[in-house]
């Protein structure tokens, strides 16, 4: 399976953004799917996850902020964000988890996207 994030750029605080993460090779209700992030000299940590009934999972940090969805039809993964602010900069991975237990942990994940830039100015 591959992925392609896309959706990155630059954005003014409290503003919005969505990524979206295609899937190729495997229909995406077969995976787990999770959004990391990595800012710069920062571990990569989990933003959040969306499982195989469609329940989805989020970091405290983004909790009320973010939402992961899927959409069938397209194959495709969103994570739309709201009221961004500076500390949600970072470089931002999706990945998928064929097992079909989801993890916040990123080692549970075998398959990633190449990134996407996000960074919030003040």
């Known amino acids: 399976v591959q992925l392609q994030a896309s959706g990155g750029g630059l954005v003014q605080a409290g503003g919005s953004l969505r990524l979206s993460c295609a899937v190729f090779?495997?229909?995406?209700?077969?995976?787990?799917m999770g959004w990391f992030r990595q800012a710069p000299g920062k571990e990569r940590v989990f933003v959040a996850a969306?499982?195989?009934?469609?329940?989805?999972f989020y970091a405290d940090s983004v909790k009320g902020r973010f939402t992961i969805s899927r959409d069938m039809a397209k194959n495709t993964v969103y994570l739309e964000m709201t009221n961004l602010k500076p500390e949600d900069t970072a470089v931002y991975y999706c990945?998928?988890?064929?097992?079909?237990?989801?993890?916040?942990?990123?080692?549970?994940?075998?398959?990633w996207g190449q990134g996407t830039q996000v960074t919030v100015s003040s």
């Open positions: 090779g495997r229909t995406v209700r077969n995976y787990v």
């Open positions: 969306i499982n195989l009934s469609g329940n989805t």
């Open positions: 990945a998928a988890d064929p097992t079909g237990y989801g993890s916040s942990w990123s080692g549970q994940y075998p398959y």
